[in-house]
């Protein structure tokens, strides 16, 4: 059987490749620093482990001994990852745990990457094309992970790829965020401040993410991958859709806020490596995404 380590099993994406991983018949072995998911105790094994700690990754190596590895693992604080130090630590601590994969017989990695690598003033992202200047450290970070993870593997002859993110929604997510700060207060009946929303962006639900991640693990595709809908999508018209699906359209005030001025106008995938080098495609609509997080949220603030 495949055997795989997933880093970050308690966060957003990771707690949706869980399953993923299991339909696609891994033996799941699961790491967090919060414990473990007790849906899941009879089919994943579960590893309670500092990835900033060297022993723990011997430790967890030794243990596993994964032919797989699919690293999601990453400090993403809302309001603080864009800028943080810390995304420093997490580059050490990803190469230590890239480097115990490879010495422990590992085969095939696939890491997260992000949008934020790109240059954002080309609008339109194409791996190997666009231009990798990324204005923030978060970016800067992930962007010399994935050089240095694929050099990595060229010397150690192991495969390898890097899931680069766009923007992601659905159950799970960070509150504050957009989406869900918007689902949020459109069920407790309060005003949604929006700016103009006219810019356009490439939205792509949680459960399409992992399932493309999941995909690209259990391929043989190499280097960057663009993991997004390739669809654009005006964030007004987001909105006003998570508003009608809540039943309460007329709380939006589209222009309410004033937009950044360094907010791009456009920011979209090119999905043509994805779609026809892995043969994946998004299986949600974006309606069909929203009415899941919409209902996810309502059963969250009915229960609290």
Not at 98 to 105: N, V
Not at 230 to 249: H, M, N, S, T, Y
């Amino acid at each position: 059987m495949k055997t795989v380590l997933l880093t970050g099993a308690r966060g957003f994406i990771g707690a949706h490749c869980l399953e993923a991983l299991l339909e696609r018949g891994f033996m799941v072995h699961a790491v967090s620093s919060r414990g473990r998911f007790n849906n899941y105790s009879q089919q994943v094994e579960w590893h309670h482990a500092d990835l900033h700690n060297a022993e723990h990754l011997l430790r967890l190596m030794a243990e596993v001994k994964p032919g797989y590895l699919l690293h999601l693992a990453w400090d993403v604080t809302h309001g603080e990852y864009w800028s943080s130090l810390d995304n420093l630590r997490w580059v050490k601590s990803s190469l230590s745990l890239l480097q115990a994969f490879i010495e422990s017989g590992g085969r095939r990695a696939v890491m997260a990457g992000s949008c934020a690598e790109y240059d954002w003033s080309y609008g339109y992202c194409t791996e190997r094309q666009t231009p990798l200047t990324p204005a923030t450290l978060y970016g800067i970070c992930k962007n010399a992970l994935n050089s240095m993870s694929e050099g990595a593997g060229r010397e150690a002859k192991i495969s390898t790829a890097w899931g680069r993110l766009f923007f992601l929604y659905g159950p799970g997510e960070h509150p504050e965020r957009l989406v869900p700060a918007v689902v949020n207060s459109l069920l407790r009946g309060e005003d949604v401040l929006c700016t103009h929303g006219d810019q356009i962006r490439d939205y792509i639900y949680v459960k399409d993410a992992a399932g493309a991640l999941t995909k690209l693990l259990d391929s043989g595709v190499e280097g960057p991958v663009n993991i997004a809908s390739g669809r654009p999508v005006v964030l007004k018209d987001l909105i006003g859709a998570a508003a009608g699906i809540a039943g309460q359209p007329r709380l939006v005030r589209l222009g309410a806020l004033a937009a950044s001025k360094d907010d791009p106008p456009l920011l979209l995938a090119n999905t043509k490596r994805l779609e026809e080098e892995l043969g994946w495609r998004s299986q949600y609509t974006l309606m069909e995404g929203l009415t899941e997080t919409v209902e996810w949220w309502r059963h969250k603030l009915e229960n609290i």
